[in-house]
C-alpha cells in the first residue's frame, strides 16, 4: 500500500450502498477514505474529503486515484459500463491502485441473463488487468420499492411490479454496504472471493403480506405486464439495452421462468456475523418511509 494508513477510494459515493458505506468507513482509523463525486455541493453531507470524478469524464480519474490504495468500484446499469469501466481500471493500474471491491448485479457464472452477465466481464477484466479484487453480486435490493429510476413501487398500499408472483431474492443496500465496509478494512481476507448477496426470499404478494403485518395497514400487490416497464423506461430516457435485458428478464418471471436460484442467506451471515435484515425487519425499520 502507498501511505502509512491505505487510502480508499469510494465511487458512486451519494447513491444507496455508497453514501451507506460512507457513512461506515469514515469512522474507521485503519484507513483513509476519500469520495468520488461528480458535484461536490451535492455530496458535502457525507462529511470525508471529496474529489470530482465523473467515469464519462476521463480527465477526471487520473487524479482522482492519485495515490489511491483500494477502490470501491460500483459499476453503472447501462452499456456505458464497458467503455466507462475499462478506462477506469486502466489508470487505475497506471496509478498503483491495489485492491478493487467491486459492486456488481446478482447471477451465477453461468447465467444467461444478458445484464448479469455483462456485470460479469467488468469483473473479468478486473481479474485479466492484475488487480487483487472481491466481487460483491447484490440480488435485489428492499430499497427498490421506496424508489427506483425517479418513481415508487408503492402507492397508497399498493405495490406494482412486473414480475408475476416469482419469488425473489432480496437484500438490503445497508447490509451490502457492511459487506463492503468489512471487504475493505479486511480486504486481504476477501481477496479473490465473489459473494452473492441475499438475506430473504419472498413474492410480491408475500412482500405485501409482511408490510401489512408489521405496519398495520393494509398492502396489496398488483403484476403489471413486463410490456409497460420498458415502455416507461425508455419513456424517461433510459439506457434501451440494458432495460430490454431488464425487460426480458421480468418477462420470464411473469412467465414462470425464473433464471436460476437465489443466494444463500450464509454468506451474509459469513460475513455479518449476523443474519441479514428480513422483509420483517427492513418493514419495521422503514416504517416511516412506507406509511400511506
Known amino acids: 500500500m502507498n501511505n502509512a494508513l491505505p487510502r480508499v477510494l469510494v465511487t458512486g459515493a451519494t447513491g444507496k450502498v455508497g453514501s451507506a458505506l460512507v457513512s461506515r468507513l469514515r469512522n474507521e482509523v485503519s484507513i483513509d477514505v476519500i469520495a468520488g463525486v461528480r458535484s461536490r455541493q451535492k455530496a458535502s ?7 470530482h470524478l465523473d467515469f464519462d469524464r ?10 489511491i490504495d483500494i477502490v470501491f468500484m460500483m459499476t453503472g446499469y447501462t452499456v456505458d459500463m464497458f467503455r466507462q469501466s475499462k478506462a477506469f481500471l486502466n ?14 448485479a446478482c447471477g451465477d457464472d453461468d447465467t444467461m441473463v444478458a445484464h448479469w452477465g455483462w456485470q460479469q466481464f467488468v469483473e473479468r477484466y478486473i481479474e485479466w488487468s492484475g488487480f487483487s479484487f472481491t466481487h460483491l453480486r447484490p440480488d435485489i435490493y428492499m430499497q427498490n420499492l421506496l424508489g427506483y429510476g425517479g418513481t415508487r413501487a ?3 398500499g399498493v405495490i406494482q411490479h412486473y414480475v408475476g408472483d416469482a419469488r425473489i431474492s432480496w437484500v438490503d443496500c445497508d447490509d451490502v454496504a457492511e459487506v463492503a465496509r468489512t471487504c475493505i478494512v479486511n ?5 479473490g472471493a465473489t459473494y452473492r448477496l441475499a438475506s430473504d426470499v419472498k413474492t410480491f404478494s408475500e412482500v405485501a403480506a409482511e408490510l401489512s403485518t408489521v405496519l398495520g395497514k393494509p398492502f396489496t400487490y398488483e403484476p403489471r405486464p ?17 432495460m430490454h435485458s431488464a425487460y426480458e428478464n421480468y418477462a420470464a418471471y411473469t412467465a414462470g421462468r425464473e433464471p436460476e436460484p437465489g443466494a444463500p442467506f450464509s454468506i451474509m451471515q459469513k460475513i455479518l456475523r449476523r443474519p441479514g435484515t428480513t422483509w420483517a425487519e427492513f418493514a419495521q ?8
Do not use: C, N
Open 187 to 191: 480486504w486481504s481476507e476477501h481477496a
Open 58 to 67: 476521463i480527465e477526471t480519474l487520473r487524479p482522482a486515484m492519485q495515490d
Open 226 to 242: 413486463a410490456t409497460e416497464f420498458l415502455e416507461k423506461a425508455v419513456a424517461v430516457g433510459a439506457d434501451g439495452a440494458y
Open 45 to 51: 453531507y457525507l462529511d470525508v474529503p471529496l474529489v
Open 154 to 156: 408503492v402507492d397508497g
Open 285 to 292: 425499520r422503514h416504517r416511516a418511509d412506507f406509511d400511506y
Open 91 to 104: 489508470i487505475a493500474k497506471i496509478e498503483g491502485v491495489k485492491h478493487i471491491v467491486h459492486l456488481g
